[in-house]
């Protein structure tokens, strides 16, 4: 769905050189985006350019691809027209050459992930803007979470895995910001350098427990004009028992859902309550959140109940409590996301642990499923078995042309 003008993309890439060269009516050029990436390889001795590699490793995780050896064989499998429209280095006339196995894994494990990051998430972001905006007059929001690379420990390391903090759009499941922290510990500290280069004027920002913490509240409001929605758990026991103290018995449920799929039915409910000096920068209102669950396969007749707190900048006026349900749902959804990657490219399992090559590998795949879920809800797994059947199809999908 198309995006509006408030849609959060990386002021750092609005004065792109590449940008004026786009026309209105033509689709953001994947490689024009990856050509900001700066080439971590000496000038000296470079024989394919960076872009080529980025653009051939785009395409090949497109296809299905889940290692550096697969990304090496789809590329060597390319026919020239295809590796000539990646940008592939032309030896002889007629003839265009791929990088070998051992270059492209040099290559990606020195690379600047931030930047491809912030490449990736502006790319998708363009993706969705246009004119006549869909859902205009709503805010536009962003989940911020934390993943875990459970097989990827890096052998310099001190023993733990990978972990990536990434910024992800509720609409376009774009990732439009990652960043590679030691651990969930230190998602905290690296909340505010993960945001700060997106414009977020105006966004609603949604984070887990782990996250709710005064700084980052009056990061997002002072110094990026966002909102926030906040979920309240035990690691800020003042706050929760604030919430949890409110007359909740005496608020009627202000929205109601009843879902069934997948096995199972939920049922959620969620109240609301207008709050002032409530002892946390600009809170404006609190939500409790009650979620019934029952089990259709095991225990058909029990229902299980869990109950959760959040908290907002957004007034009533501003968000009422069908939006704020629509908040909390679209939060979950980057959840979602993690589950594509652990269950369709078997992430968790995956050994590539050099260098910058994990947290690579997971930009990359963002972007696919970013870029596969514009539309809609796709099966990920289906899409990527037709694109691995004509290796011209990834280009397509990419806004990559032949020729």
Known sequence: ????????????????THADSLQDSEPPHLLAYLASVP????????????????????AAVLAGARSIAAIA??????????????GARRDVPGHFAVPAEATIRRTLSRLDVDALAVAVGAWLADRDRGPGPAGAGRRRAVAVDGKTLRGAHPP?????????????DHTSRAVLAQHQVGGAPEEVPAFAPLLAPLDLADVVVTADALQTHPEAAEFLVTSKQAHYLFVVKANQPTL???????????????DRT??????????RTLKAVSVHHFGFPHAAQVLQVTRKTRDLRHHPRRFTTVTVYAITSLTHAQAGPARLADLIRGH?????????????????????????????MATLRNLVIGELSRAGPVNVAAALRRHARNPRRPLATLGISLG
């Open 73 to 86: 064989e789809w590329a060597a499998d390319a026919p020239q027209p295809v590796r000539a429209a990646l």
């Open 1 to 16: 769905m198309p995006a509006d003008e408030s849609s959060p993309i990386p002021a750092a890439l609005a004065h792109l």
């Open 156 to 168: 310099d390391g001190d023993g733990r895995p990978v972990h990536l903090l990434a910024a992800m």
């Open 39 to 58: 080439d971590p390889r000496a000038t000296r001795g470079r024989r394919h350019p960076l872009v080529a590699i980025l653009g051939l490793a785009a």
């Open 258 to 267: 009843r879902d069934r799929g997948h096995g199972r039915i939920e049922i």
């Open 240 to 254: 929760l028992d604030r919430c949890q103290r409110l007359a909740w018995r005496l608020v009627p449920e202000l």
């Open 332 to 360: 979950w959804a980057i959840e979602a996301l993690h589950h594509v990657r652990d269950t369709t490219f078997a992430e968790d399992g995956s050994q590539v642990r050099t260098g910058a090559t994990p947290n690579v």
